[in-house]
Structure formats: C-alpha cells, structure tokens
C-alpha cells in the first residue's frame, strides 16, 4: 500500500470509527458494504480496528473470495446490481426477521460509481416498507476520476512528460474505442456502449511502455479485447488523428476548469441527496474534506450520510 493509499486509508477509518460512537452504532450489528473496493485495503482495516463482523467487497475485478467474515464479489456495479448483491450476501447469513441496518463505503469510486451508490441508497429507502432484507442507514461515498494532473514539485520536463503521457492515455483509449465499437457492429450488431463496460474493463491498466507508439498500444489492446483493432502495422487514420487533436484539447480545456466542475458535481449531489430525502428524513447529509486538501481535489471530499445525532 502506498503511503497516499496508507493515508486515505487511515482517514476514512478514523471517521468511520468516530461517526460510528457519535451516532451510537454498532459495528458488531451493523453491516458494512465497500464498493469497488479494490485491493480491499479498506476493507480489511474496517474489520481490524472497527470490529465489523459482516463486511461485504463489491469490485469489478475477477477476485471472488472470502476471507473469515469478510466476503468479496465481482459484479457490474449497479444501482440494481448493487441492491440485488446485498440481497444475496444478507440472505446467505440467515437474516433475522427485521431488515438489518447496511452502511454503505466507497473511498476514490471510479466513473459512475458514486451516483449509481447514490441511487441504490435511494431506490433501497424508497422500498422500506415492502418486506426488505437490508435497511441503508448511512452511506460515505467519496468520488474520483477527475482527471486533474498535479504537476507540482516536478521538474518542468519531467511535468512535461507526464503530463504528455497521461494525455495519450486519455485519447488512445478513446480512439481503441471508437475502433471497438466499429468492428462489434460489423460482427454482430451495435454495442452496448464503449464506456464503462464489462468488455471495454477487459482492458484494464496497461504499462506505460505499451504507449510508446500506437501500433504497440493497438496490438495490446486488441490482444485485452479479444478482437482485430488493426494490427501492429496499421496507423492511425485522418479521421483518427483529427480526432485526437479534437481529444487533447477538450481534455485540456476540461482540466483547467476542473476544480470549477468538481465543486460543481460535489455541490449537486450534496443537494440531491438532500431532496431525495426530504426535510423531515431522520438523515443529516454533509460533504467533509476527508483527506489533504492542499491539492485542492474533489478526490478529497466525501459524502456523507448518517443518522442524525442523538439528542442531548
């Protein structure tokens, strides 16, 4: 675990713990689902320090295994999938008669993750009264993939590098996708999108040496993908590199006014929350600054909903 990873991980738990004794809940009665929980990391120090007996690891990836009383499935994630899965995981361990409370965790939930927990939160509420197995009684979703690039403390021409190379990520991912998509439609029919897909995840991470050049990155990808994307020897087209032209600038343009569409998103979701549950909901909703803010990322903010505390 790298220490940025060490610290989030270390800041998620301290609130987590603390929210947990304000509110008077149990970890030893209240279940806790971690979603796209990754290497688990997380995970595993909910159930060292806090002492949570049912935890449940919802991630993308192909790692399906249980570790004493911590249980951890691949799934697509989302908002039904994600209901249908603590369904299956409460069901499996004998439930008692009433729903038993569900906490819900996301730290860095990547692309759509976030408002598909949102929404799963809100679908489960809206449901209470038609004999459900699991009642949602808080959730803390902290969002990601902004795409910020933080060159600072860098070199200029190391910045310059990488900045360069996260660019190339970006655009030849999306040109790999639109060539994807073109030759699924040829074979059998159009796609289901390109995006955040169980086919295009096949993908996956790749090493930075794979984007030297692009009939290398075509070559891998289209080894991942299971399909022909052009072959080692095939360049990108006119269309293609009008494109990534089109690409670089509109991620450029989106990364400086990042920190602007970031409040933006947070502030949103912060307000939907908070209509979704009404003025009389026994929840209070609230964005923290969880962790460093010194770079000023939406990375850093989590939302959070949680019982109201107790009267004093």
Not at 32 to 39: S, T
Not at 52 to 59: K, M
Request: hydrophobic share 45%; glycine share 8%.
């Amino acid at each position: 675990m790298s220490p940025k990873k060490a610290h989030e991980v270390t800041q998620s738990l301290g609130y987590i713990t603390q929210l947990f004794n304000t509110l008077g809940l149990d970890p030893r009665q209240v279940r806790i689902v971690d979603i796209g929980a990754g290497q688990g990391y997380l995970t595993r120090a909910l159930h060292t320090h806090l002492g949570t007996t049912h935890l449940l690891a919802l991630d993308s990836s192909e790692i399906q295994t249980q570790v004493g009383s911590i249980t951890q499935k691949n799934i697509h994630i989302t908002p039904a999938s994600l209901c249908q899965a603590i369904d299956e995981w409460v069901a499996e361990s004998s439930p008692a008669a009433d729903p038993v409370p569900v906490f819900l965790v996301a730290l860095h939930a990547c692309g759509s993750l976030t408002p598909d927990l949102i929404r799963a939160f809100f679908i489960q509420r809206a449901s209470r009264a038609n004999g459900l197995l699991w009642n949602p009684v808080g959730m803390i979703a902290i969002g990601c993939c902004y795409n910020l690039l933080a060159p600072q403390g860098l070199s200029f021409n190391k910045s310059r590098a990488d900045a360069t190379l996260a660019l190339r990520k970006i655009v030849w991912r999306a040109i790999i996708g639109a060539r994807f998509a073109k030759v699924a439609a040829d074979q059998s029919g159009p796609p289901d999108g390109t995006g955040d897909r169980p086919a295009m995840r096949r993908l996956g991470r790749l090493n930075n040496s794979v984007y030297d050049d692009w009939p290398t990155f075509a070559g891998v990808a289209g080894a991942r993908l299971g399909v022909d994307l052009g072959g080692p020897d095939v360049e990108l087209d006119a269309e293609e590199q009008a494109l990534s032209r089109e690409l670089e600038v509109l991620h450029v343009l989106r990364c400086i006014i990042g920190p602007l569409v970031e409040s933006v998103i947070i502030m949103d979701r912060e307000e939907w929350v908070r209509e979704q549950l009404g003025l009389a909901s026994e929840l209070r909703v609230e964005a923290v600054n969880l962790f460093d803010q010194a770079t000023g990322s939406g990375r850093n903010v989590a939302l959070v909903v949680a019982p109201l505390p107790p009267a004093t």
